[in-house]
Each structure stands twice: as C-alpha cells, then as structure tokens.
C-alpha cells in the first residue's frame, strides 16, 4: 500500500492558498459564503453580521485580485477560488475529525487506508469512536454482530476470523442477503470451514496481505465500522469507529472497493 505520508504533497496547494485566505476572518467568513451561493452585499449582511463598509471593502479586494465577480447584483467565485475555498474547507474538517479519531490513528497501522480514500477523509465528519471499557470488553464486538444481523448487504475486509461473526453471516446468508468478502489468504481454511461457502451470495476475494494492509472494515447498507491494528500488530479490539451517516458507509463502501483494487494490481 502507499504511505499515508505521501498525501502531504497533494496538500501543499492548499497550504499556499491558506497563507492568503485566512489573514482575514472577515475575507474568509465572506468567501466560504460565496462558496455555498452568489449573494449580493445586503445578503452577505444579513448572513454574516458584517457591516456594510467591511463587505464593500473586501468584496472589493476580492475583484481586483480576480477572486470574485459581479453578476447583476449577486457576487460569485471565480472557479478558481472556488477550488481554494473548498480545499480550504475540506482540510478544516479533516483537521477536526483527526483531532476527534486521534486516539484510533496514533500508534495504530493507519497505512492500509488506500490513497484514495485517505484524500477523502473530511467525509467522515459524522463519525463516532466507540471504546470498549471494563464493563463492555466486548462492546465493539457486540456492535458489529448485531449491524450484520440488521443488514441487507455486507462489504467486509476481513483480516481475522470469530466464531461469532462467522455465525452473524451464516444467519443472514440464510435469510437470502448479500455479502462480499476481502481476506487473507492465511485465514482462507478457516473461512472455508466456517462459513457456507457454497451460498450464491457469499463471495469472498483472497489476498496475500502485506503487512501494512490490515485493518476491518464492515460496511453494510446501514452502518459502517472500521477498525485498525496497533503498531506491535495486534489489533485493537477496544476502538472502532462507527456511523449511520449515508456519507460515510458511501466512503466505506467506496473505501471496500479501493482496497480490492489495489490489492488486485499487487498480485498481478
């Protein structure tokens, strides 16, 4: 898998822009208004609370440089500031949300993430980590089986194997639902003896892993889980990150689908 690391160059675009947008608060207020419609100035005011004279003048600024035009009444982004602001947005949320998920994303393999969904991350705004404590040892456990047993359809990474998951499939395979596999070839036996195999709607696609590309994953069509393995390799069975949020099982499911990929154009 490529390094999360890597993602810093396609940041540094962002980081330029970022030295000209935010010297202002009143500039950046007016900006990421114009990012969610045109407005003319009184509804800039009766948006923002900025008076007129500060909107003037940096409406303004914003023509001179290019940044902003006139159409009629109503002022709009240039295209290119468009993309700025929505970078700029984009790397706030992701700000925010790692502050949030911190403690699932330090000392833990977060390498597995395929590149792609790395650069969307800011979806994942309506995101809860769920922590297991000494009167749940098994809460998060607990969570993914009973999402299973709820769902229609299930896309899973699955880098280990559990009696009790197995048998959350084998039930909902029964009740003629769907569900597609990514695992290991190392836990392939133990997949075949424990799951029906022979099911039509059980596929499951095996991988020689490498050693940064383990993590879980269940995303089902109405809940997401992920899970991450911690730096001395064992996986941390104390926090998952969980949402019901249409957005993030989309990243999920999207997430699903790049790590087949990638993995399919390493054992080519």
Known sequence: MKKIS???ENYEPISRDIKFLPKSLIRLTILKKLYESPMNMK????????N???????????ELSGHVYRNKNNYMLSNS??????????????????????????????????????????KLNSIDLVESDGLSVYKTYDIIEKAIMKSNHVNAI?????????????????????????SPLEIKDILFRSLNISDDNLEINFFDFK????????????????GFF???GAYDQNRLL??????????????????KKENIKMSI
């Not at 007129?52 to 914003?62: D, E, G, P, Q, V």
């Not at 879980?216 to 109405?222: H, N, P």
């Open 158 to 182: 699955l880098p280990f194997s559990y009696g009790e998951i197995n048998d959350s499939f084998n039930k909902i395979l029964k009740k003629d639902k769907k569900i597609h596999i990514i």
């Open 242 to 259: 969980t949402s019901t949020d249409d957005n993030c099982i989309k990243w999920a499911n999207e997430l699903f689908e790049n790590f």
């Open 6 to 8: 890597n993602t810093i």
């Open 43 to 50: 509804e800039i005011n009766q948006k923002t609370n900025i």
């Open 81 to 122: 500031m468009r993309i700025y602001v929505g970078n700029i947005l984009k790397l706030a949320e992701l700000t925010i949300l790692l502050d949030e998920i911190s403690e699932i994303t330090q000392n833990h393999i977060v390498n597995s993430l395929p590149l792609e969904s790395v650069y969307e991350l800011y």
């Open 211 to 226: 050693e940064d590309d383990y993590l879980l994953l269940i995303s089902t069509d109405k809940k997401m889980m992920l």
């Open 52 to 62: 007129y004279s500060a909107i003037s003048n940096t409406i303004h600024m914003l």
């Open 230 to 232: 911690k730096d001395d």
